[in-house]
T-cell receptor, first 110, second 115 residues
Framework: RKEVEQDPGPFNVPEGATVAFNCTYSNSASQSFFWYRQDCRKEPKLLMSVYSSGNEDGRFTAQLNRASQYISLLIRDSKLSDSATYLCVAYGGSQGNLIFGKGTKLSVKP | EAQVTQNPRYLITVTGKKLTVTCSQNMNHEYMSWYRQDPGLGLRQIYYSMNVEVTDKGDVPEGYKVSRKEKRNFPLILESPSPNQTSLYFC??????????????FGPGTRLTVL
């Protein structure tokens, strides 16, 4: 079975901290990767896609390491509003299905 | 406003009583999918559809049916619900997944309780 594994956390960090999440995937044929954010009992929303060369969006940086089959998300200068669950997602290819990790919970404290 | 809508948002029902959860999107997306989310298990795909009249099983299809007669609608049918189908259900849509980096747009969720 194709899997995406994440540390469930929770990660409890103070405001302003830098926090990093890792995610590993088992399907070497996976083509596309994403990070989604989910607030409690709400729908997931795309945070950012993960490009092979790595990409940055403001305080968020995503990296992909195909050789080791892991994806990372770095959040700098954490805000209270960053508190949420972060879902790592891999698109397996021709099957047309997305594989979601179980999520990593982040709690940013004042 | 571009959106995915689901109805009902909350439903409490009894074992064996057939129900349908509707999903509709107004973005002309080809791809639609249903997920269930349970504590400790994350989001698991039930069924997906690459386009009209094309549906396929996800990871947990048992006890569910879907249809895709029109591009905008993708209803989820529980013919004989059981308590283990108590869950939070999400519908999602996107342009074709084969286009890399396409965002999945999720509906607001349907919280189903089967007694």
């Amino acid at each position: 079975r194709k899997e995406v594994e994440q540390d469930p956390g929770p990660f409890n960090v103070p405001e302003g901290a830098t926090v990093a999440f890792n995610c590993t995937y088992s399907n070497s044929a996976s083509q596309s990767f994403f990070w989604y954010r989910q607030d409690c009992r709400k729908e997931p929303k795309l945070l950012m896609s993960v490009y092979s060369s790595g990409n940055e969006d403001g305080r968020f940086t995503a990296q992909l390491n195909r050789a080791s089959q892991y994806i990372s998300l770095l959040i700098r200068d954490s805000k209270l509003s960053d508190s949420a669950t972060y879902l790592c997602v891999a698109y397996g290819g021709s099957q047309g299905n997305l594989i979601f990790g179980k999520g990593t919970k982040l709690s940013v404290k004042p | 406003e571009a959106q995915v809508t689901q109805n009902p948002r909350y439903l409490i029902t009894v074992t064996g009583k057939k129900l349908t959860v509707t999903c509709s999107q107004n973005m002309n997306h080809e791809y639609m999918s249903w997920y269930r989310q349970d504590p400790g298990l994350g989001l698991r795909q039930i069924y997906y559809s690459m386009n009209v009249e094309v549906t396929d099983k996800g990871d947990v299809p048992e006890g569910y049916k879907v249809s895709r007669k029109e591009k905008r609608n993708f209803p989820l049918i529980l013919e004989s619900p059981s308590p283990n189908q108590t869950s939070l259900y999400f519908c999602a849509s996107s342009p074709p997944l084969m286009s890399s980096y396409n965002e999945q747009f999720f509906g607001p969720g349907t919280r189903l309780t089967v007694l």
